[in-house]
């Protein structure tokens, strides 16, 4: 991989249509744990309390936060570990957009901490859509957030890769863009075949 101009040795080269996309939608992600925490805290407090993403019998946070699914590590509500994880890509996207080239080792732990998000997001997805039988509509946002973060990676990272071996590099969007709309019109078409069809 290149370095950027005035970049440190050992470092990978980021384009801001990137670090905006990962501030974006670790922002996103962000929000909607907090919500989720927040709510999940009234339902503790109060056992009537309907959470603001409780709709119907199908699009129900409730249902969801009420299962063994929602707190899979010791017993830990999964949004806490979210809102732990999403604060740290929020603060590296924000100094990438200051100038920071991050080193490779970074790099590889964005790849691995969006892979670790993506695939506990579809393995949630699976649980909620099939095995719960209910959405919740803040974790729904959060997948999306999280499959937008490491599709992005991957293509920023093929990228740099391709430029590093002197190959035409694109710089649009639309390749992750495109990728990102597929799955989500995926997701939403399994949802409704599912819920309401």
């Known amino acids: 991989m290149t370095r950027e101009s005035g970049a440190p040795a050992g470092t990978y080269r980021s384009t801001r249509a990137y670090a905006w996309g990962i501030v ?25 309390h309907i959470p ?21 590590i010791f017993g830990i509500p999964n949004t806490i570990f979210g809102v732990i994880g999403y604060s740290v890509f929020l603060t590296l996207g924000v100094i990438m957009l200051a100038g920071f ?3 490779k080792w970074i790099w590889y732990g964005m790849l691995a901490g969006t892979l670790i998000a993506a695939l506990g997001s579809h393995w ?14 803040y974790c729904g946002a959060v997948w999306a957030s999280s499959m937008g973060m490491f599709i992005s ?24 863009t495109v990728i990102w709309v597929v799955w989500v019109l995926a997701i939403a078409f399994l949802i409704g075949d599912r819920l309401f069809f």
């Open 124 to 137: 949630l997805f699976y649980q909620s859509i099939f095995v719960i039988v209910a959405l919740c509509p």
């Open 52 to 72: 603001a993403c409780t709709i119907n019998s199908f699009i129900s946070c409730t249902d969801v936060m009420n299962t063994p699914q929602a707190k899979v």
């Open 24 to 48: 974006f939608f670790s922002a996103v992600a962000l929000l909607f744990s907090s919500l989720l925490i927040y709510e999940r805290i009234f339902t503790l407090e109060d056992p009537t």
């Open 153 to 176: 990676t991957v293509v920023t990272l093929y990228r740099r890769r391709r430029e590093a071996a002197g190959l035409a590099v694109s710089r649009d969007i639309w390749l992750p």
């Open 101 to 103: 080239h991050p080193p």
